[in-house]
């Protein structure tokens, strides 16, 4: 009998050493691939993965229907996109990473901007409306549904009637290009939250920095 409590509890048994699976996580950043969109306000996305993988000190290379980059954060694994399927095909890299990788739709987080909110405001959402972007727009079509998590980037509406896609597809002006630094690094905070306290929290914590 004591043996059989021995190496019931006995450290070195197989079941005691089966480790509990990493969480794992898929961030997403919207963009257009090319010089010419790199610094248009449509491609933030882009650029806040940019920003996240300078703070988190992580690398991108490019994979099957995108960059990738990863990293490990606190016993998770994260594994940042920025595809290369152009905007309006972003649902297909999305749901290939997600598939291939086993991430729950709940560890998946898109990065977007938004010509409803204020230049650099951000908005964390778990579920909501494609307001009219077509990057989400192919998501939410690939995807089936509606509930997934968006963080909302804003880059303002100063534009004239039929002016948006110019708009979007234009260059930061020098306002907001002095302020946008800090907006990113706002950004990458957003997003380390979102993976270590959860989209509840976090929203409480960043919506309407």
């Known amino acids: 009998m004591f043996r059989f409590l021995v190496s019931l509890f006995n450290w070195s048994s197989p079941l005691l050493q089966e480790k509990i699976p990493m969480k794992k996580f898929l961030i997403v950043g919207l963009g257009n691939i090319g010089a010419e969109y790199e610094e248009t306000r449509h491609n933030v996305g882009f650029k806040i993965l940019d920003a996240f993988s300078q703070k988190e000190g992580f690398p991108f290379e490019i994979e099957k229907l995108g960059e990738v980059g990863t990293l490990k954060i606190k016993g998770r694994s994260i594994l940042c996109l920025k595809p290369s399927t152009y ?12 598939e291939k990788e086993k991430i729950p739709l709940e560890n998946v987080l898109v990065v977007t901007d938004d010509i409803n909110l204020p230049f650099g405001v951000l908005r964390l959402k778990a579920k909501g409306s494609d307001g009219g972007h077509n990057g989400l727009k192919d998501i939410q079509q690939i995807l089936q549904t509606t509930t ?30 002095e302020k946008l630094k800090e907006r990113l690094e ?4 957003l997003i380390r939250s979102f993976i270590l306290s959860g989209v509840k929290n976090t929203m409480n914590t960043f919506n309407g920095t």
Do not use: H, P, T
């Not at 905007?87 to 997600?98: F, P």
């Not at 997934?148 to 290009?177: A, H, T």
């Not at 706002?186 to 905070?189: A, L």
């Open 148 to 177: 997934y998590n968006r963080l909302r980037f804003g880059v303002g509406s100063d534009f004239g009637k039929g002016r948006q896609v110019d708009y979007v597809l234009g260059e930061w002006n020098l306002e907001e290009k």
């Open 186 to 189: 706002k950004s990458s905070e």
């Open 87 to 98: 905007m309006n095909r972003s649902g297909k890299a999305l749901r290939y990473w997600m």
